[in-house]
């Protein structure tokens, strides 16, 4: 083997906790695996930094950048893909997702979320869920990752929601 397949690699992503002014948090529907829900995710670009990327990951999955960052966290969380995912996702390129979470504050309205703004779209559905309702909807592998933003976020979703 050479030192290339040796090695590989996780790619470097962003999560996104989006709270609403009643402290519930944004889930969507992933359109190609109906009935598993996810917060907004996505790969970080080479210029990007952490905000940078969050912004453009909204904007590009839920239409809208209409939001506050209230935290960046500063431990990374990586997950692996099932092996029957792997080399459908990236060429096989990678082995699953080294993921920095944000949170962050929707300060827009619900008319203003379009899950079609940019194609192909990610999600079919969203709705605003408590943090502990979350859990159940995620898919199987990614509910330790899940375990742990919870974990990291939860005195944010007990927080006043701010007064507009």
């Given at each position: 083997m050479n030192g290339h397949s040796d090695k590989i690699l996780y790619r470097p992503?962003?999560?996104?906790?989006?709270?609403?002014?009643?402290n519930l948090v944004?889930?969507?529907e992933r359109i190609d695996t109906p009935g598993a829900w996810q917060m907004p995710q996505g790969g970080i670009d080479h210029h990007e930094d952490v905000r940078t990327a969050a912004i453009r990951e909204l904007k590009e999955e839920i239409g809208t950048d209409n939001v506050e960052i209230i935290r960046i966290a500063q431990k990374k969380l990586r997950y692996d893909l099932p092996e029957t995912m792997r080399a459908k996702l990236w060429n096989g390129a990678y082995r699953g997702q080294e993921q920095t979470w944000v949170a962050a504050r929707y300060i827009g309205e619900d008319r203003d979320?379009?899950?079609?703004?940019?194609?192909?779209p990610e999600f079919s559905d969203w709705k605003w869920v408590s943090l502990p309702e979350t859990l159940p909807l995620i898919v199987p592998f990614k509910r330790e990752i899940y375990t742990q933003v919870i974990e990291m976020f939860k005195d944010?979703?007990?927080?006043?929601?701010p007064r507009i």
């Open positions: 992503c962003v999560g996104i906790l989006l709270l609403n002014k009643e944004f889930v969507g979320i379009c899950l079609t703004a940019h194609a192909p944010l979703a007990h927080l006043s929601p």
